[in-house]
């Protein structure tokens, strides 16, 4: 069976020769995958086969790597997809943050590892955004457009708590994962609002948990400072990184976000963009 | 650093100003220093060819600031860009 997905004009397939992976396959990239951009150039095909019990995975007709079981496939198969397609977006300043949209306006959540990028994402998609991205966010050179990067999203059991509304939505699969939580792989897609191809960046957001709900105004300073930290590729494109950050730094509106309570946060981001405009 | 000192700032570090200060990124370290104004108008004096007392002068006439407590600063802000490998 062969999954074909585009993502900004960059087409790739993963083929599986079995159920099992085919299940596994789709918590990377949800089969709504499909984001703007004309398609150019070859399809890039992962390959998964099984051979003597052993699954081997080929890019092409390149071995990448092999194990033994459907459980070790996924996060090795997802790195190697989404590494793939991050080399492939390289001219685009990629940041560890998550992107949500509402009406062509789109606010960036910048964090170190749970720092509630994804609770958010989550809280602003019930509240009727659309989540472009719960993890990577892809900058276009010198401007402040981003584009999406609809992988799945991965959402922990204590989002879940938080937001028991989250059990009315679908996930494509649960798996444990992170010494035995079980995770919600989730198609943004699947809150009702398919994400966008691309949107203007309005505001960033710097969260963080807290006791005290509350967002403030943060320097143009600190806000890059921590946006360069979030960055993936600026050791690779330096000068690139830097002056598309200052022109997002320059020309949106920057908070540091206490959450204390996810459909607060919500609300006081959406009242935050509607100051915006 | 010595007031006489000629600093030469690192060829590879970007210099960005901002609307609350600047940032110097060495892409060599990866590192991200984040810079006051004052802090930012010496290293856009620091070249190679003036002396920190050069700086120091340049300063104190364009602000009408006292010299020796624009020195001061200006040693002290050069101490901290030589600590961070920023200059030599």
Redesign the interface.
Known sequence: MRLRYSLHGLRFAIDADDAAAELILHTIMPPCARAGGRRSGKTAVFAVRCERGRLRVFRGRKPLWTVTSVAELQPWLESEVVGWLLHRFDPCVQLHAAVAEHCGRAVIIAGGPDSGKTSLACALALAGWSVMSDEVALLKPFSSIVASFPRAMLVKAGTVRRLPELRTIEPMRVALREGEVPVRYVSPAAFGHPPKSAARVRTVLFPNWSRTGALSPI????A??RL??ASLN??RH??VS??TC?RL??TVRLFRLQVRNLRESARLIAEALEAVT | MKPASVPRPKEAVLFRELADGCVLYDPETEKVHSLNLTAGFIWCLIDGARSLEDVADEIASATGADRAVVLRDVLDAAGEFARQGLIS
Do not use: I, M, N
């Open positions: 320097g143009q300073r600190e890059l400072e360069l930290s600026t050791a330096p000068k830097l002056d200052v730094v320059s």
